[in-house]
Nanobody
Framework: QLQLVESGGGLVQPGGSLRLSCAAS????????IGWFRQAPGKEREGVSC????????NYADSVKGRFTISRDNAKNTVYLQMNSLKPEDTAVYYC?????????????????WGQGTQVTVSS
């Protein structure tokens, strides 16, 4: 059974930081590229940051460049999204997803397996 579980979301003040984790069950993450996506109320799901199978390529949405960092720890079968300098517009449900191809793109249509999401709320 293939399963991804997100954790680390919560309420944070503007300018604060959170680290999201995406843990895999039933498969090994080092065979997949991993993406983080988010969906705010009333909006479509969008790519935030994605990482290639090897970890050598990362991609970020323009809105998060310089603030978010994606990384992977294959020994822990986990991918992280470090989010710094958070803004209210970052408020959304954040999802991790895996795709079989190695490239690390952020086209959500390419992703095969999805977690259930974790809520991130940025508010003063």
């Amino acid at each position: 059974q293939l399963q991804l579980v997100e954790s680390g979301g919560g309420l944070v003040q503007p300018g604060g930081s959170l680290r999201l984790s995406c843990a895999a069950s039933g498969f090994t993450l080092n065979y997949y590229a991993i993406g983080w996506f988010r969906q705010a109320p009333g909006k479509e799901r969008e790519g935030v940051s994605c990482i290639s199978k090897s970890g050598g390529t990362t991609n970020y949405a323009d809105s998060v460049k310089g603030r978010f960092t994606i990384s992977r720890d294959n020994a822990k079968n986990t991918v992280y999204l470090q989010m710094n300098s958070l803004k209210p517009e970052d408020t959304a449900v954040y999802y991790c997803a895996a795709e079989r191809r190695p490239y690390g793109n952020c086209d959500l249509s390419d992703y095969d397996y999805w977690g259930q999401g974790t809520q991130v709320t940025v508010s003063s």
